[in-house]
């Protein structure tokens, strides 16, 4: 059973958390250890294992938690407007602009990459993430064949799932070359069955690396 916290524990638990997975973003979880997370975090041994009792495995599961909410909320209010016309270029642009600047640094390559292969606990959460986001842009697809611009005869799961392998495949290429096309391109061309998308003017080509 999960234990209660008070207010004061509970925004101690999401310092650590948060630091945490600020460390494994720039360093990878494997070069993080506990002595990392007290440094970065300004928390005591005791209080890493009172509010995580087993231990670094249990904290990676926390970050990953975080890491998954920050991803959708990154996104937000974008993705849950998803449907009428115009709709899908100010979502385009918030993902696209989004990526550019966490670069290599960005908490979906942190889950799918840094935390989720080796843990059992962390891929549930990864698959948990990638089917919320799939069921929230399939949903958006369906708003936009009820209400314009998308045609009635596109099926709206093979959209999404077109659109997140866009996403997921694009922010692989971009981190390892340092180039926003490979995201551009095949997101928009993704997104072009429901409402033809580009860059509304200039968009700064460096990735953070």
């Known amino acids: 059973m999960t234990r209660a916290l008070t207010a004061k524990g509970a925004a101690t638990r999401q310092r650590i958390v948060a630091g945490t997975a600020e460390l494994v973003r720039t360093r990878g979880a494997d070069q993080v250890g506990l002595d990392d997370i007290r440094a970065a975090t300004a928390t ?45 270029q100010a979502w385009r642009d918030a993902v696209v602009e989004k990526y550019r600047e966490q670069g290599v ?18 891929r549930v959460i990864v698959a948990d993430l990638l089917e919320t986001w799939h069921t929230r842009i399939a949903d958006g697809v369906r708003r936009a064949q009820a209400d314009g611009p998308a045609e009635s005869s ?34 928009d061309a993704a997104l072009a069955g429901i409402e033809p998308v580009a860059d509304a003017g200039p968009v700064p080509d460096a ?3």
Not at 106 to 118: M, N, R, V
Not at 154 to 168: F, G, R, T
């Open 44 to 88: 005591s041994k005791s209080q890493l294992f009172h509010y995580f009792p087993d231990g670094r495995a249990e904290l990676l599961r926390a970050v990953a938690e975080h890491e998954a909410g920050e991803v959708l909320d990154d996104q937000q209010p974008f993705l849950d407007g998803l449907g009428p016309a115009g709709s899908w």
């Open 154 to 187: 596109l099926e709206a799961d093979k959209v999404a799932s077109s659109i997140l392998a866009a996403i997921q495949g694009g922010v692989v290429m971009m981190q390892a070359t340092g180039n926003i096309e490979f995201l551009k391109v095949p997101l």
């Open 207 to 209: 990735v953070t690396m």
């Open 105 to 122: 640094h960005c908490p979906l390559s942190a889950l799918t990459t840094q935390l989720g292969p080796a843990d059992p606990g962390i």
